[in-house]
T-cell receptor
């Protein structure tokens, strides 16, 4: 039982490049979400999903896309990376919205 | 709009010196208030969920309490290993979005 697995752990992108951050959970959780964490601003919700095939926007969705084709996977796509997207990204999952399990994060730098 | 404010931003304690962290919140119908611990370079680790005013939960040296407007995380006789960032978050009754505060950085010196 690995919990929530995020890959890669570190990534450097050039402005304008695209990439996908991977998130997988093996707990059969319905709810999955993506957050970004910036110094002094706490965790901010990017996108979330309440089940396979269902996604919705969070607080800061611009520049990011998501899809949920399976219960286990919830990838986050950066369409055209910008320096403002330099951040630490966390994926989280929950079955009953009573306790979210977070991954270990992806540290992204856009130069 | 749901809001969470944590204070203080940073707290330095001597080992054994008890104190409290505050989480003030504004939410339209509270489903739950969550406390997390985050160590440097790692993801948040779930500590407690509180559902209604008056509820209390304990885990080792930590005790979380909840009122209608705020939550406290009491740390009794802290040890250096309690050093971390403590995050508070709220979930609205019919929503799916956790809203986080900016966190309190706790340093416990021996």
């Amino acid at each position: 039982n690995a919990g929530v697995t995020q890959t890669p752990k570190f990534q450097v992108l050039k402005t304008g490049q695209s990439m996908t951050l991977q998130c997988a959970q093996d707990m059969n959780h319905e709810y999955m979400s993506w957050y970004r964490q910036d110094p002094g601003m706490g965790l901010r919700l990017i996108h979330y999903s309440v089940g396979a095939g269902i996604t919705d926007q969070g607080e800061v969705p611009n520049g990011y896309n998501v899809s949920r084709s399976t219960t286990e996977d919830f990838p986050l796509r950066l369409l055209s990376a910008a320096p403002s997207q330099t951040s630490v990204y966390f994926c989280a999952s929950s079955q009953t919205r009573t306790g979210y399990t977070f991954g270990s994060g992806t540290r992204l730098t856009v130069v | 709009e749901d809001q969470v404010t944590q204070s203080p931003e940073a707290l330095r304690l001597q080992e054994g010196e008890s104190s409290s962290l505050n989480c003030s919140y504004t939410v339209s119908g509270l489903r739950g208030l969550f406390w997390y611990r985050q160590d440097p370079g790692k993801g948040p680790e779930f500590l407690f969920t509180l559902y209604s005013a008056g509820e209390e939960k304990e885990k080792e040296r930590l005790k979380a309490t909840l009122t209608k407007k705020e939550s406290f995380l009491h740390i009794t006789a802290p040890k250096p290993e309690d050093s971390a960032t403590y995050l508070c978050a709220v979930l609205r009754e019919y929503g799916n979005k956790l809203v986080f505060g900016a966190g309190t950085i706790l340093r416990v010196k021996s």
